[in-house]
């Protein structure tokens, strides 16, 4: 297809997968990023999966006229994926400016510079952080979003309304992908997630625990009312995620789409607690992790899990790994990263 798909945050964890994906279906393709959380040599260890570098600009989306320079150099952009956010929610309630600043200016900019330039496309990463506590689970696409539980979940709640706005206003056409806890790595242990300082998702603990990079995980709380007392997730592959948004761009571009926005969540379906998800990668491991139950953590939703019955039948897409795999990948990229990979 004649055109170009620009990635914004495609040096980031879920977008440098994204990166691959889209390579691999023959798309191509140009990443923006100003690696505030990423670091370029992803871009390299990316070539070195597909063979080719992806075109780079750095760039901070919250820079208006950069945006429209970019606009203007790539004059054949067919579609955008738009990763680039913050992300952290503990530091988001730190610091609320800096993620309201960063995540809905970035955003306004982009669909001011879609708008001007005629680029029509956009897939938005959303989070199924805005169904918090759901009434019913499994969670469909159509269950109340509940008011945020913190300045990052926030974002995206506004993010999708200035998105649904947009839309309804403009010849933009939006899908906003839902995922719930993307875990896992490349096959090839070349890329993965490179959280900065010490990680706040359970995977990333888990694994740089194993490593010795960390001292010991700590259990947040096994007095919820769930089997074993811990905290359900629906984990989701990183690499399923890239698929489905591989899915979401083409089905605007080819125009399949239902309506001009859409809303998919992208999960397995199933959900495993803290517990189940530690003894799994022990099993599949072979490494005995140090851990400890603690308190809650504050915020912490008790359980959450998809409905991916619209995202199944509307994307064709269905999340095919299943957690010991995810698990597997994790642990390969740790070890690789301990290795020294990204110095080579
Ligand atoms: P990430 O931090 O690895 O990737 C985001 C990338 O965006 C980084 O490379 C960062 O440098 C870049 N970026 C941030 N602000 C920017 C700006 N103003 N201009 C240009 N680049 C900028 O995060 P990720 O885990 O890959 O997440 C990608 C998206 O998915 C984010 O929008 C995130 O909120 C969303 N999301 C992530 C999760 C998760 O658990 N990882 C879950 C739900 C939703
Ligand atoms: C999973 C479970 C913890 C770390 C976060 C964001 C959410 C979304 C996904 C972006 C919970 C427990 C964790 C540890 C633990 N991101 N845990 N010890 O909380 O579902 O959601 O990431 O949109 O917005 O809030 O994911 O990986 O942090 O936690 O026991 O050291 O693991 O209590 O039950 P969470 P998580």
Redesign the pocket.
Known sequence: MAGKIVV??G?????SHTVVALHQKGYDLVV???????SEVMLDMIAKITGQRPAFEK????DESGVRSFFTKYDDIKGVIH?????AVGESVEYPLRYYH?NLV?LVNLLRSMEEFGVRDLVF???CTVYGQPDQLPVNEQAPVKKAESPYGNTKQISEEIIEETVRSSSIRAISLR?F??IGAHESGLIGELPLGVPN?LVPFITQTAIGKLPKLRVFGDDYNTPDGTCIRDYIDVNDLAGAHVVAIERMLREKNDAPYEVFNLGTGKGYSVMETIKTFEKVTGVNLNYEITGRRAGDIEQVWADTKYANLKLGWKAEKELDEMLKTAWRWEKNLAAGILDK
Do not use: R, W
Request: proline content about 3%; hydrophobic content about 35%.
């Open positions: 914004t945050g040096a980031g964890y879920i977008g923006i990023d100003n690696l505030v959380n990423s760039l901070d989306l919250c990763f680039a956010a913050l992300k960063n970035s990463s959303s989070s995922y806890n993307p998702n």
